[in-house]
């Protein structure tokens, strides 16, 4: 008797669990945060992500890629990353991009030449205020094409991280 009731709760967890966890993949595959590195996650491969507590409240890091989209991408892929008639909607890219090719996109830039219009992505690689934050744009925009983040500015988020602040200093020198 004591043994079934066992099983049984067993299984009622084991239910919970699965129910709750997260089904999409993007670009970079499964986005579930597995490793915090004082509160800059990653998933199991090692990529940025988000982590987003049931409160609602964001990891620093995807608030910081909030703040920095807006002031280095806003103005040509509309807010939010819902993109623009100029350019694309980064919350559909983020869904095909993993993480190197988003790198390499927003460090070397990209050109359509097929269009008829000349649209252009600025390579950003010389920039600070985007290279140094890159991990954290990454991160907003990986929550915001999983839907696990809604338009506008986040309500709450975590505390930002003593490492967050030391590796910025050493980024923008
Ligand atoms: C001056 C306008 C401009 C700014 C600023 C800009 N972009 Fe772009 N971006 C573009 C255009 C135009 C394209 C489409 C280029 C193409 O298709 O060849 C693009 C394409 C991209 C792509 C590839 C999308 C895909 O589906 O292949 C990524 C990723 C991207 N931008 C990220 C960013 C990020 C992140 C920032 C801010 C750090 C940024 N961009 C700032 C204009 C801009």
């Keep these: 008797m004591r043994r079934t009731l066992r099983a049984g709760i067993c299984i009622g967890v084991a239910l919970t669990l ?19 590195d004082e509160g800059k996650w990653t998933d199991k491969d090692g990529n940025p992500t988000f ?6 409240t964001v990891d620093w890091y995807t608030f910081a890629g909030f703040t ?41 830039g990209k050109k359509d030449v097929s269009s008829s219009q000349e649209l252009v992505m600025p ?17 907003y925009l990986r929550a915001r094409g999983d839907d ?3 338009r ?3 309500q709450q988020h975590a505390p930002k991280p003593a490492s967050f602040t030391k590796a910025e200093d050493e980024c923008m020198g």
């Excluded at 982590?51 to 609602?56: C, F, R, T, V, Y």
């Excluded at 390579?123 to 991160?139: F, H, K, L, P, W």
């Design 18 to 36: 699965s129910a709750g966890a997260y089904a999409v993949v993007d670009g970079s595959g499964d986005p579930t945060a597995v490793t915090s």
């Design 68 to 108: 920095r989209y807006n002031s280095e991408c806003l103005r040509c892929h509309g807010p939010d990353g819902v993109g623009s008639t100029y350019a694309p909607a980064l919350i559909d890219s983020m869904k095909h991009l993993s993480y190197s090719e988003f790198y390499a996109i927003v460090a070397g």
């Design 148 to 150: 696990a983040v809604g």
């Design 123 to 139: 390579a950003s690689g010389e920039n600070r205020n985007v290279m140094c934050y890159i991990d954290s744009i990454y991160t």
């Design 152 to 154: 506008g500015r986040p």
């Design 51 to 56: 982590k987003i507590a049931s409160d609602g």
